[in-house]
């Protein structure tokens, strides 16, 4: 029996956003880095719904990641492989028409898809499935939905990966959607997030906690540090996002005994009125 076949079909920023700030600012950012380079000129990060599907699907398929940096390339690419190929595509406003484009014009394949798009406004072909949730994957491929991300289909791409350490935030700014509950992670799901990002080439690490230094588990990445060193030597520390009130209490901290290498404070305004309306948990003071 013949081994399947599945592309991980990802558009990169060169197609969709030929001119990235985003990435000129950290380059800027992180600038005393000697020699550093920030991410894949493809990509600030890498794409987590591969690594889950990559992860759910193993050793049932064989899995190809295609980065699309030229359309029509890409067109000739999936041409050139069997009729029966599955292809698996994260479909947003900013890669849709391009994802459509190559959908009509490639060779008939078996797509499933998902994403963040009112799928009823496009064309797609009657193979294409749409799925609700990347863990509805098993409804469709030999998928084991329990399994944990792979991100060694990516090689030694350039990236900063993320690491939750909770989720929420316990202020309660006008224009955001957060729960107002703070929800920490276990020492357990924390050190798996940390084992999955063994194949990963990077310096830093992200936290994605909107609002570093609320939840009680921060001292945890003094351990977290440790672990990423036992397989990551060029580990240099954390990249945090918090208030002002919680990097006066906390920032020594940190820096000194948790390896914290930057902290990210948003301003997003200077005019008190504005701020008290937005109920922003700082003033201009």
Request: aromatic residues 12%; contains cysteine; glycine residues 4%.
């Given at each position: 029996?013949?081994?399947?076949?599945?592309?991980?079909?990802?558009?990169?920023?060169?197609?969709?956003?030929?001119?990235?700030?985003?990435?000129?600012?950290?380059?800027?950012?992180?600038?005393?880095?000697?020699?550093?380079?920030?991410?894949?000129?493809?990509?600030?990060?890498?794409?987590?719904?591969?690594?889950?599907?990559?992860?759910?699907?193993?050793?049932?398929?064989?899995?190809?990641?295609?980065?699309?940096?030229?359309?029509?390339?890409?067109?000739?690419?999936?041409?050139?492989?069997?009729?029966?190929?599955?292809?698996?595509?994260?479909?947003?406003?900013?890669?849709?028409?391009?994802?459509?484009?190559?959908?009509?014009?490639?060779?008939?394949?078996?797509?499933?898809?998902?994403?963040?798009?009112?799928?009823?406004?496009?064309?797609?072909?009657?193979?294409?499935?749409?799925?609700?949730?990347?863990?509805?994957?098993?409804?469709?491929?030999?998928?084991?939905?329990?399994?944990?991300?792979?991100?060694?289909?990516?090689?030694?791409?350039?990236?900063?990966?993320?690491?939750?350490?909770?989720?929420?935030?316990?202020?309660?700014?006008?224009?955001?959607?957060?729960?107002?509950?703070?929800?920490?992670?276990?020492?357990?799901?924390?050190?798996?997030?940390?084992?999955?990002?063994?194949?990963?080439?990077?310096?830093?690490?992200?936290?994605?906690?909107?609002?570093?230094?609320?939840?009680?588990?921060?001292?945890?990445?003094?351990?977290?540090?440790?672990?990423?060193?036992?397989?990551?030597?060029?580990?240099?520390?954390?990249?945090?996002?918090?208030?002002?009130?919680?990097?006066?209490?906390?920032?020594k901290h940190w820096i000194e005994d948790l390896n914290v290498?930057?902290?990210?404070?948003?301003?997003?305004?200077?005019?008190?009125?504005?701020?008290?309306?937005?109920?922003?948990?700082?003033?201009?003071?």
């Open positions: 029996m013949s081994q399947k076949f599945c592309v991980f079909l990802q558009v990169s920023h060169r197609v969709t956003a030929p001119v990235n700030p985003t990435l000129e600012y950290y380059t800027k950012v992180y600038d005393k880095l000697e020699g550093f380079e920030i991410a894949s000129p493809d990509f600030m990060e890498l794409p987590t719904w591969i690594a889950i599907a990559s992860g759910m699907l193993g050793d049932n398929y064989t899995q190809v990641l295609h980065v699309v940096t030229d359309v029509e390339d890409t067109i000739e690419y999936l041409n050139t492989l069997p009729w029966d190929t599955t292809i698996l595509a994260s479909v947003m406003d900013v890669n849709v028409s391009v994802l459509q484009h190559i959908v009509e014009e490639a060779e008939p394949k078996y797509w499933v898809v998902g994403g963040y798009v009112d799928f009823k406004r496009y064309i797609w072909l009657s193979s294409t499935i749409v799925l609700d949730s990347i863990y509805s994957l098993g409804h469709v491929l030999d998928a084991d939905v329990t399994a944990e991300p792979d991100y060694s289909i990516f090689g030694k791409m350039r990236t900063i990966p993320r690491l939750h350490l909770s989720d929420g935030c316990l202020h309660n700014c006008a224009f955001c959607t957060i729960d107002r509950e703070v929800v920490e992670y276990t020492e357990h799901a924390v050190r798996a997030q940390v084992a999955s990002f063994a194949t990963m080439n990077f310096s830093l690490v992200y936290i994605s906690d909107k609002t570093f230094g609320q939840a009680k588990n921060v001292d945890l990445l003094a351990d977290v540090a440790e672990w990423i060193w036992e397989f990551n030597p060029d580990f240099i520390g954390f990249i945090v996002q918090t208030t002002v009130q919680e990097a006066k209490r906390g920032a290498m930057y902290i990210e404070v948003g301003v997003e305004h200077v005019d008190d009125d504005y701020l008290k309306r937005m109920r922003k948990p700082y003033n201009l003071r």
